[in-house]
């Protein structure tokens, strides 16, 4: 697929929560768990007792005085709209559709004051190892930082690192845009193909199509599958003369993008011949070592550090990609709206700051209301693989059950993520938002203005769908309602007994709703920017480290182990008998 046309392609574990109390009574807020409180059986808890405090302040809260019908808070207040929601610039974040008042948002600004987010946000931005079970600094926001700032780590200035980077990021990409960078037959390079898979992927892939009115570069592809439908299919249409590939991979072992990374290299080679590599490749990695046994020259390779997580590395050497297809200058605007976020998070008091209030009422929704997942919708086709985007940022990071003390943690942590675009959620799984027995806190998303100025018709009819799905969440409908609606079409009294309640909406679903200009490349880089620290806040507050990602290592092992079974190599002595039958079976029907 192109990406001028383009781009690629638990529930929490319940010990805590009981869904019994995320069901929905009538108008009602549903109530969620009861129960904060240390892990008995496991000595010094990971959180604070001021934290465990302010947590219990707000489930006295909820079940107190929180509003319960948010209709009724509407109706009493003519300035909620205004009152609950803070600004960016043209960014707007209505959150008055979530069943807050002053009180809950002068406990959770207190929960935020207990669990020391400030402190710890200010020990992010410093280059503090605050990833301690990597013991690294965590630096993305280094990454978009002025030329002149100074970001130290162990002592050293790292801002000129990054920005000669982005230099060199920047003469390869105007190189292969304007032709002067040619491929090994002299011809230029129609056709950019990126390898790579998680954030070496979901964020090049995501923004490169969200992107797509600033494209004026060669076409963008992106591979990430192991499986080899996903490349075949990518490369069936290229023609090697005219294809770049990167391989981006920050340890450069991954075995997904190395499998795929050497189907490509065949793709080269058996049409133009091993000098070809030099030529038709380009890296980015962390792991310069590995990447010389690839066989490219120096400046091929683009480098970042261990100080960037993977799901955090958009901003890096992993964005080329991005930068090939708008042009550098669009990526530095791109930068520039994840500097303002940055600036924003760090300066901005509490109760005016977005990513602070952003995670905060994450936390007020998973772990006082105990909803088990946010929905992610943009109305914005554009974004169509930013809840993909964000499953990983927001699931890898915070989706975790031992706390920074390595002891189970003593709350939930990290909800589900999900979402697709609308309209198209709407003729899908917002049946299940409306009436379904779980409450799904919203977060929607939408421009004032689309890129089709021609079609501002359709821009209207999309805008409208959007507020009338917050509308309908918040409003519900009533019995009531329901009745004198049936009986006004026509419907017999009888009949409208018994549709009524198949009618009935509970309402009193909350939902935040995302107002922005244009999804312009400095947009974009502030939105994501914005989702990045909201994972951060969250995470202080459950009290977990958000940037390493162990959780996915038992699999990656296994499979190692397995493949020689898959092959029929060894017989996988000290496997379960499901996984060897199944392994059997496949090797049965392959005619093995
Ligand atoms: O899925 C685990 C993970 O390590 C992610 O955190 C990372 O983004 C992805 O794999 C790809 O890793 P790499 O860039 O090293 O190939």
Same mark, same amino acid.
């Given at each position: 697929m192109s990406a001028r046309s383009c781009a690629a392609n638990c529930a929490t574990p319940e010990r805590k929560l009981d869904s019994r109390h995320t069901r929905p009574a009538g108008n009602l807020i549903s109530r969620g768990p009861r129960r904060i409180g240390g892990h008995p059986k496991h000595g010094v808890p990971a959180l604070s007792k001021i934290t465990h405090q302010a947590l219990s302040a707000l489930k006295s809260h909820l079940a107190s005085d929180a509003p319960r019908d948010l209709r009724a808070a509407f109706a009493e207040d003519s300035g909620r709209a205004r009152r609950y929601t803070v600004g960016l610039d043209d960014l707007r974040m209505d959150f008055s559709k979530c069943a807050v008042n002053d009180e809950t948002l002068a406990l959770l600004s207190g929960l935020a004051k207990a669990a020391g987010v400030e402190a710890q946000r200010d020990q992010m931005f410093a280059g503090e190892a605050i990833n301690t079970t990597e013991g690294r600094a965590v630096l993305h926001t280094a990454l978009r930082a002025a030329a002149d700032a100074d970001i130290r780590v162990n002592g050293e200035n790292v801002v000129p690192q990054v920005h000669a980077v982005l230099d060199a990021m920047g003469r390869f990409s105007d190189g292969v845009r304007s032709g002067s960078i040619l491929g090994a037959t002299g011809k230029r390079f129609t056709d950019v193909v990126n390898i790579g898979i998680g954030g070496s992927d979901l964020g090049p892939v995501m923004a490169t199509l969200a992107l797509a009115p600033y494209h004026d570069g060669p076409r963008l592809h992106f591979v990430s599958n192991v499986d080899g439908a996903h490349i075949a299919d990518t490369l069936s249409g290229l023609d090697p003369e005219t294809t770049l590939i990167i391989v981006a991979s920050k %340890?450069? %072992?991954t075995i997904e993008t190395m499998t795929n990374a050497a189907t490509a290299r065949e793709f080269i080679v058996s049409s133009?011949? /091993?000098?070809a590599v030099a030529l038709h490749f380009a890296a980015l990695s962390t792991a310069l070592d590995k990447v010389a046994r690839f066989g490219l020259k120096e400046d091929r390779v683009f480098g970042f550090w261990d100080w960037v997580g993977g799901r955090y590395s958009l901003w890096s050497a992993i964005g080329l990609p991005l930068m090939i297809a708008i042009g550098k200058t669009g990526f530095g605007d791109f930068l520039a709206g994840a500097r303002a976020m940055d600036e924003h998070f760090k300066s901005a008091p509490i109760e005016r700051n977005l990513p602070m209030l952003l995670g905060l009422l994450g936390v007020w929704h998973r772990l006082v209301c105990g909803y088990p997942s946010r929905a992610i919708i943009p109305y914005d086709q554009r974004l169509s693989r930013f809840p993909a985007y964000l499953q990983q940022l927001d699931m890898e990071s915070n =989706?975790?059950? +031992? =706390?920074l003390d390595g002891k189970p943690v003593e709350t939930a942590s990290g909800p589900i993520v999900w979402g697709e675009p609308g309209t198209n959620g709407q003729h899908a799984f917002f049946q299940l938002l409306h009436q379904g027995t779980d409450v799904i806190p919203v977060e929607f998303m939408i421009a004032a203005r689309g890129h089709e100025p021609q079609l501002a018709h359709q821009h209207q009819l999309l805008v409208a769908n959007c507020l009338a799905q917050s509308e309908a969440l918040m409003r519900g409908r009533t019995t009531e309602e329901a009745r004198a609606q049936l009986m006004a079409g026509g419907t017999s009294e009888s009949e409208a007994d018994r549709l009524a309640p198949h009618k009935t909406f509970p309402g009193n679903r909350p939902s935040i709703t995302f107002v922005y200009e244009m999804l312009t490349p400095f947009a974009l880089g502030r939105l994501i920017a914005l989702y990045e620290h909201r994972v951060f806040v969250e995470a202080q507050i459950f009290g977990i480290?958000?940037?390493?990602?162990?959780? +996915? /290592?038992l699999g990656k092992e296994l499979a190692t182990a397995l493949l020689p079974v898959v092959k029929g190599e060894n017989s996988g002595e000290g496997h379960d008998s499901s996984t060897l039958m199944l392994a059997e079976t496949i090797r049965q029907m392959r005619g093995d």
């Open positions: %340890t450069f %072992t133009l011949g /091993e000098a =989706g975790k059950s +031992v =706390g480290n958000a940037f390493d990602q162990w959780g +996915v /290592e």
